[in-house]
């Protein structure tokens, strides 16, 4: 059965960070690709960012490049999004995704297989 729980998030002031952990389970994660979206009050779900199954390419949405950065651990089964100069416009349910090996579609939510069940992250102006 496969897991994917985010943690890390929480309440922080504009202009500071936070590191998002997703720990996965009952898949071979070194054979994934991984991504990150987020989901705004009355807003549909966003790309965030992603990863290739390698680790050697990652991707990001225009709004958050320069300022968040994916990582991929495979010795410990986990994807990272380290968010730094957070702004209010960045409030949103973040959640996690997994995708068996790779696509040059990662920025799509329908590439992907699995998905977790959010972390909270809210920025206060």
């Known amino acids: 059965q496969v897991q994917l729980v985010e943690s890390g998030g929480g309440l922080v002031q504009a202009g500071g960070s936070l590191r998002l952990s997703c720990a996965a389970s009952?898949?071979?994660?070194?054979?994934?690709?991984m991504g990150w979206f987020r989901q705004a009050p009355g807003k549909e779900r966003e790309f965030v960012a992603a990863?290739?199954?390698?680790?050697?390419?990652?991707y990001y949405a225009d709004s958050v490049k320069g300022r968040f950065t994916i990582s991929k651990d495979n010795a410990k089964n986990t994807v990272y999004l380290q968010m730094n100069s957070l702004q209010p416009d960045d409030t949103a349910e973040y959640y996690c995704?997994?995708?068996?090996?790779?696509?040059?579609?990662?920025?799509?939510?329908?590439?992907?297989?699995?998905w977790g069940q959010g972390t909270q992250v809210t920025v206060s102006s």
């Open positions: 009952g898949l071979t994660f070194s054979t994934y690709a």
């Open positions: 995704a997994s995708r068996k090996f790779g696509s040059n579609r990662l920025r799509y939510e329908d590439e992907y297989d699995y």
């Open positions: 990863i290739s199954w390698g680790g050697a390419n990652t």
